[in-house]
């Protein structure tokens, strides 16, 4: 049942977004990595069509010369599938579209990933440092911070 | 009874006399000290795992009451006793010295825990403060991760101590 | 006609509520909410950050001080990521301790969420019964680890000591008195008039927007969605255990109560079928003293805390310390929904939605 319902739906997201993706898997999840501008069609397709209605985590990750952004998603009630869908910014110019429009559980989560990383989010409605001081100087979680005193 | 027999007045004669009469001599001072020390007001306040024991303190088992302790006031202009339970992170920090700007004076602070004593196991995060003597002047630091009830007692004893000799 | 403006209330972050420093801004139209914002940080100790200067058996204790009314629940999702991670074994014995140690842990956590609501619902007395039944829980921990609170007890393929011969007859006898307890709370707290009034009706959380935010935990299931990781992404030994999930109808606050209050007996009997189903046997595997996760590897482990889905985000990068740790914490998740269901209600209404949203201000923050 469970190799019937992934196949099903990477078909159905191969249909929708070409060949843009990149699939792979291990014996926890599947992984889909694709390019930060086509992320809102994606996981506008994950929610509509295949079904994913509930984002878990969203985090990101500092690989030195790039900020790798990773959403890991399932569906309520359980449908077998559990995805990891991974898109990667360059450093100078950290910027992806939001998803808080199609997720509304990013809105807070997108927030922390500017906070601490310091990577933009264009489209999201209130983005503001959610667990730091306004006026704190940097992203403390990138590899490069210093900390003072 | 004599309060403190190396300071009366005249000889010590006179003093034994008079508190066979039930009248004690000694200073207002050391009333409103004997006073102070046995009936802190501790604020409500607590970030993080250490007012769980503060709370716990105030529970049945431990009871704070028997100190005389367990009127914890929410309004800070009506408590004596800032109990800085948990780390002070530099968001919280500009509320924690203006809570304790509103507090009238005598008041006594005490820094419960780890992370209040010298910023604990977040010491070298970037957002944790070294301790809550950083801030203000700290009276007793009742070290742990959390203090248990009993050593948090043992602290605010210390504090009592301290607060009936005159030394704040 | 008198013109009324609106005005700016500050809740916190320093007020006489258990749930730390939580700062809510509410804008008021008289009584009423127009709208609540919610600020964090006031917690925020960079654990995120500290973990990628720790080794991952370093690090457990930073995990139990993450969600620290409950310490075993955090630490054991920590160390199953870690042992996702690193393909460690498990023995069979250590499965069954983690279980009724993390149940016991959920209950000391709703025991809590309990009384915390009767106090700031301004019924003092349901505090004080609360903490008398959770010293009993504290007392098992002590006897297993020797720490009350925050027991980092779990280790990476095991736990650190075996159970003590004391522990059966106590944890016999507190699963026992859970019946009692669940009616002394249900007679003083959940069938007082003043509570029914408070509660019934207020914060009313639909399935829509809960699924939509992401809430997860006891909130979800007190607005009508049977979703429990420990049903539906089953870890642990969970799946060997036969138990209930509660649901409630309305999503109100009375629900969120009500729901924790039959998860307490619920998590009872796991923890008599854990019990009875327990082997004897070791209870640390067999762990390489370095951890050295291989380099690239990434982990996302997620369990049923006792405030929601509790997620662990691991990537290793070949050192015995973490490259990135990212903590999914439930009560952030959670609190988002706090401005959505206070607007239109009334101001006392946001210190019980605060409540009933039972938010770890330690977890929330990191």
């Not at chain 2, 070290?143 to 043992?154: A, D, I, K, V």
């Not at chain 3, 700016?8 to 127009?34: F, R, W, Y």
């Not at chain 3, 930073?62 to 160390?79: F, I, K, Q």
């Not at chain 3, 998590?267 to 327990?278: D, F, N, V, W």
Request: aromatic share 8%.
């Amino acid at each position: 049942m469970d190799n019937v319902t992934k196949d099903k739906a990477f078909d159905d997201l191969r249909t929708i977004m070409g060949d843009r993706l990149e699939i792979s898997g291990d014996s926890f999840f599947s992984y889909i990595k694709v390019g930060p501008a086509d992320i809102l069609p994606l996981m506008q397709s994950l929610r509509e069509q295949i079904g994913m209605n509930y984002l878990a985590n969203l985090t990101a990750v500092d690989y030195t010369e790039e900020f790798e952004v990773v959403y890991h998603l399932y569906a309520i009630p359980d449908n077998g599938l559990k995805l990891v869908v991974k898109t990667r910014v360059p450093r100078d110019e950290a910027v992806l579209p939001s998803i808080s429009a199609i997720y509304p559980t990013a809105d807070w989560q997108e927030r922390e990933a500017f906070d601490l990383m310091g990577i933009r989010f264009s489209g999201h409605p209130n983005l503001v440092r959610v667990l730091l001081p306004d006026d704190f100087q940097g992203h403390p979680l990138r590899k490069d911070f210093k900390k003072e005193g | 009874m004599v309060l403190n027999p190396s300071l009366t007045a005249e000889s010590s004669d006179d003093t034994a006399q008079l508190a066979e009469h039930n009248i004690i001599v000694t200073t207002l001072e050391k009333v409103w000290n004997w006073g102070r020390a046995r009936s802190f007001w501790p604020l409500s306040y607590g970030c993080n795992c250490c007012p769980i024991e503060m709370m716990t303190a105030g529970g049945a088992r431990f009871d704070i009451a028997r100190y005389g302790y367990e009127v914890f006031r929410a309004a800070p202009r009506q408590a004596d006793l800032l109990i800085i339970a948990g780390p002070i992170t530099l968001k919280m920090a500009p509320v924690v010295k203006r809570v304790y700007e509103q507090m009238p004076a005598p008041k006594w602070v005490l820094a419960m825990g780890n992370c209040a004593t010298s910023g604990g196991p977040f010491r070298d995060g970037y957002s944790v403060l070294p301790g809550a003597d950083s801030l203000f002047k700290v009276d007793v630091f009742v070290p742990g991760c959390p203090p248990r009830p009993e050593s948090l007692f043992h602290g605010l004893l210390e504090l009592k101590k301290k607060v009936e000799q005159g030394n704040y | 006609m008198i013109n009324t403006d609106q005005y700016t209330l500050n809740i916190g972050p320093q007020h006489p509520s258990t749930h730390g420093g939580l700062h809510v801004e509410a804008l008021m139209d008289g009584e009423i909410v127009v709208d609540a914002i919610v600020h964090l940080g006031y917690v925020h100790r960079s654990v995120e950050k500290i973990a990628e200067s720790r080794t991952y058996t370093q690090f457990i204790p930073y995990a139990s001080r993450l969600d620290y009314l409950a310490t075993h629940l955090p630490t054991l999702g920590y160390v199953q990521a870690v042992e996702k991670l690193t393909g460690a074994e498990v023995p069979e014995r250590t499965e069954y301790i983690r279980i009724i140690m993390g149940e016991l842990s959920r209950i000391a956590s709703h025991m809590l969420f309990v009384g915390s609501l009767a106090i700031d619902l301004a019924a003092t007395t349901g505090l004080i019964y609360c903490l008398r039944d959770r010293e009993r829980i504290m007392d098992m921990f002590e006897m297993s680890s020797g720490q009350r609170l925050l027991a980092a007890y779990m280790r990476i393929g095991g736990v650190s000591y075996d159970l003590p011969d004391e522990f059966f007859p106590a944890v016999q006898s507190f699963i026992d008195d859970i019946p009692k307890m669940l009616e002394e709370y249900n007679g003083l707290i959940t069938g007082n008039e003043i509570m029914q009034a408070r509660c019934r009706g207020v914060g009313i959380l639909t399935a829509e927007t809960a699924l939509a935010y992401g809430v997860t935990g006891p909130n979800l299931r007190a607005s009508g969605v049977a979703y429990d990781l420990r049903k539906a992404d089953s870890y642990g030994f969970y799946d060997r255990f036969d138990f209930d999930l509660p649901i409630g109808e309305r999503g109100d606050a009375m629900d969120r109560l009500i729901v924790r209050l039959r998860e307490i007996e619920q998590s009872g009997h796991i923890i008599r079928q854990a019990l009875q189903q327990m082997p004897a046997g070791e209870v640390q595997g067999k762990v390489p003293k370095v951890l050295k996760p291989e380099k690239g590897k990434e982990v996302y482990h997620r369990i049923e805390s006792s405030k929601g889905e509790l997620g662990f985000y691991l990537l290793s990068d070949g050192s015995e310390k973490p490259a990135r740790l990212h903590v999914r914490a439930p009560s952030f998740v959670n609190l988002m929904v706090l401005p959505i269901i206070s607007r239109g209600g009334k101001l006392q209404d946001i210190i019980t939605n605060i409540a009933t949203l039972d938010p770890v201000l330690g977890e929330s923050d990191r």
